[in-house]
């Protein structure tokens, strides 16, 4: 063959291909604006002339191929096609992008534009460069949605390619269509061509192990087909007789997926049932929903084949957040092999093969917001407050393309999508960055949780705010998704310093005030203790918020006063004081639903308590508790409550020195007790209780035990106190805090 045959008949192949793209073209629902569409093939013909790709054919053949793609396999239109045809001419030409505009208007140039500034893939040499393309990808994307699908496209046809290229840049192609772009377009609802990115990776990545299950999968072909022909014929009369157009469509896995069940199921290739997927494609009736329709044909084929019952799929009522809708059903067949059928009207198919172009067709002009539309405004809230580190701004948001989604629901019942794995705050800041800042925890199904709850399909999310909320550095690591990650990084960069520096002059002033300034290492010590402060920043930061308040502020920065300790009456004492003169006659007799001997009652006086009646270690009753007296065979008495486990077996095995008891007492002495507090953690809180016990009922405090985690926290708190009037009306005072769930009292502790 002379030079000249060989160009006549590349010339001829490319004429091909270009005449099977106008077919394509004509073939799709778009308006027929084909003259732009020749100009960019022949503007990008003798652009590219005289250039060859790897595999020796023209160049132009690659653009061809990527038009091809963009109109047939996600549907988009004139203006996609040509700056498909022109994608690589500002990178690989003299062309600039002024001549694009020129030649064929702003639109395709700024396309050209955006994906000429992706081309360098994602993967740069260092990890700071791989962010950096990265985010230019998603700015692109965010400008331009098309952007992103050309430049899909144009992978996608690499990856057909790839074998041309050497094998060093065959992983990297590979493992970067693997990491970015098969998760791309699964988010953009190109399900054929996420499958086909995802399994043209995994062929170069581990070329054995593909060649392996490939020849497996060939050999169980002929049976499976076989098998779909008896497992669909029943179907097909039965949705025949039911009056639908319809047809079925069989789908073997793919080698990747297979792969991954092997894996991640630990099962050999011969263990995997479900090869066959079958698909039920229908044009609905006008007359009835779509979903009902659905359901009616669910009901049909599961009076044929016997569905199992925990894998229903209804992606109907609630659509995945790519948009993708359908009903999954797996059956078993006649030889007792489960297979998955997917029930959708045309609808529902088309926007299951194309994803979002599909979307737009169908959009009939109704402002109504889409999850894809919200997802690409969630990429421009994370571009607008970009992160000084790119790398986990890249980790962060890579999370979100491989999350799995679950479904919550708002207390309204509204649905919203989020990744696997997030928490209520992630949900907060879901709904709005404000309600992330300020959520203190969230009521799920009606039950307080902390923050940190990681939600569940299904769950329903009450998101609970206050405007004293204060984010915490470690919500960090409470929040999963890319937009709650950003929103608090922006938060502590910035809103936190003109805080700190009031929270300074505040704190300077009294410490002036006060004449502290000599010791004020010392005071600032001390203070940072008493508010669990790690760096006096988070204490300033807390005091110019008005979180800790001017006045608090003041008591803990002066040197302590001496308290006024109250007089108190130990448990148990060792003294053996003779104690017959103590047993009064019983006339009260109005306490007794137990087996008490009614015959005498102890009177408990602030003299006689801890002398001659001792209060029982065990369960510490207070005056105002119902309480009896055992006297022992040494004849000393201990006064126990009534429901005290202790008091009951005494009660059944010496009960006839079980003797009733009332109190006495006038608020002299005190007795210890303990109550138990949990509620929202939050800096400041614990002073706010400390304030009422201490201040404002003027009870001391024995001993303190605080917990936190995950912005709950526990209290323990010993002190002492006169009776259960006051314990109970100190429990209400402590209640009325905001943050407080709640306050008992503990008996045993
Ligand atoms: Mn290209």
Redesign the pocket.
């Known amino acids: 063959m002379s030079d000249s045959d060989i160009t006549l008949k590349e010339e001829e192949l490319v004429e091909q291909e270009f005449q099977a793209l106008l077919n394509d073209y004509s073939q799709s629902i778009h308006r027929q604006k084909v003259e732009i569409i020749i100009k960019a093939y022949h503007f990008a013909k003798q652009a590219h002339k005289g250039v060859r790709r790897r595999s020796g054919e023209p160049y132009i053949m ?2 061809l191929a ?1 038009a091809r793609i963009v109109i047939k396999e996600i549907g988009l239109g004139s203006t996609s096609i040509c700056a498909a045809l022109l ?2 001419v500002v990178e690989d030409t003299d062309y600039t992008v002024e001549d694009i505009s020129n030649l064929f208007g702003p639109k395709i140039a700024s396309i050209v534009d955006g994906l000429t500034k992706i ?1 360098g893939g994602v993967f740069g040499a260092q990890a700071s460069e791989q962010a950096e393309n990265f985010r230019k990808l998603l700015l692109t994307m965010s400008e331009d949605i098309r952007v992103i699908l050309i430049k899909i496209a ?1 992978r996608l ?2 990856m057909r390619t790839l074998e041309f290229q050497p094998v060093e840049k065959q992983y990297k192609i590979a493992g970067e269509t693997q990491y970015i772009y098969a998760p791309l377009a699964h988010r953009l609802g190109l399900f054929n061509i996420k499958t086909e990115l995802e399994n043209l990776s995994f062929k170069y990545e581990h070329p054995e192990t593909y060649a392996e299950i490939e020849q497996k999968l060939l050999l169980s072909k002929e049976a499976q087909l076989a098998s779909f022909e008896e497992f669909a014929a029943p179907i097909r009369q039965k949705l025949t007789d039911m009056g639908y157009e319809f047809y079925l469509s069989e789908r073997i896995k793919s080698v990747y997926s297979i792969w991954r069940k092997m894996q991640t199921k630990n099962i050999p290739f011969e263990d995997i049932y479900d090869l066959l997927a079958v698909r039920i494609i229908f044009t609905p009736k006008p007359d009835m929903s779509e979903k009902d329709q659905c359901w009616m044909i669910y009901s049909a084929l599961t009076g044929i084949y016997k569905p199992h019952p925990e894998r229903i799929r209804d992606w109907i009522s609630t659509p995945k957040a790519n948009g993708y809708e359908a009903l999954h059903v797996t059956v078993m067949g006649n030889n007792g092999q489960w297979v998955e059928v997917q029930i959708r009207t045309q609808r529902m198919h088309e926007i299951a093969e194309k994803g979002l172009a599909a979307h737009w067709k169908y959009k009939t002009g109704v402002a109504d917001e889409t999850e894809l539309d919200k997802w690409l405004r969630s990429i421009k809230d994370i571009l607008e407050h970009p992160e000084p580190s790119a790398v986990d701004f890249l980790d962060t948001f890579k999370l979100n393309l491989f999350a799995s989604e679950i479904f919550v629901f708002t207390p309204t019942g509204e649905i919203k999508t989020m990744p696997q794995g997030s928490t209520a705050l992630d949900f907060a800041f879901m709904l709005h960055s404000e309600l992330g800042l300020s959520c203190i925890g969230a009521k799920v199904n009606h039950k307080l949780e902390p923050l940190t709850y990681v939600l569940k399909g299904g769950d329903q999310v009450e998101v609970l705010t206050s405007q004293q909320q204060q984010p915490q550095q470690e919500w960090l690591d409470y929040v999963t998704t890319a937009k709650a990650k950003s929103a608090l990084k922006a938060f502590f960069r910035g809103e936190d310093r003109k805080y700190i520096r009031k929270g300074e002059d505040m704190y300077a002033h009294i410490l002036k005030k006060h004449n502290l300034m000599e010791q004020q290492e010392a005071v600032l010590h001390r203070t940072m203790r008493f508010y669990n402060a790690q760096q006096p920043r988070q204490l300033m930061l807390q005091i110019g918020k008005g979180i800790i308040s001017e006045e608090e502020l003041e008591k803990v920065v002066l040197p302590k006063r001496k308290s006024s300790w109250r007089r108190f009456i130990p448990f148990i004492s060792n003294t053996n004081e003779q104690t017959d003169d103590n047993l009064v006659t019983d006339n009260n007799p109005e306490t007794t639903d137990i087996p008490v001997s009614n015959k005498k009652q102890l009177v408990l006086t602030e003299e006689n308590i801890g002398s001659k009646y001792h209060i029982a270690a065990c369960c510490h009753p207070i005056p105002g508790d119902e309480v009896l007296g055992y006297c022992d065979s040494e004849g000393n008495i201990t006064i126990h409550k009534r429901n005290c486990p202790k008091a009951d077996f005494l009660k059944s095995s010496d009960g006839k020195n079980i003797y009733s008891a009332i109190w006495e007492t006038h608020r002299q002495n005190t007795f210890i007790d303990t109550i138990e507090l949990r509620g929202i953690d939050r800096v400041g809180i614990i002073i706010k209780v400390i304030n009422i016990i201490s201040q404002d009922f003027k009870i001391n405090i024995h001993d303190l035990h605080i917990s936190a985690e995950g912005g709950i926290f526990n209290g323990i708190i010993q002190m002492y106190v006169y009776d259960t009037t006051e314990l109970q009306q100190l429990c209400d005072a402590i209640r009325k805090i905001q943050e407080i769930q709640s306050v008992q009292r503990i008996s045993n502790i």
Do not use: M
Request: no cysteine; aromatic share 0%.
């Open positions: 690659h653009p990527v994608h690589d081309s144009d046809h690499n």
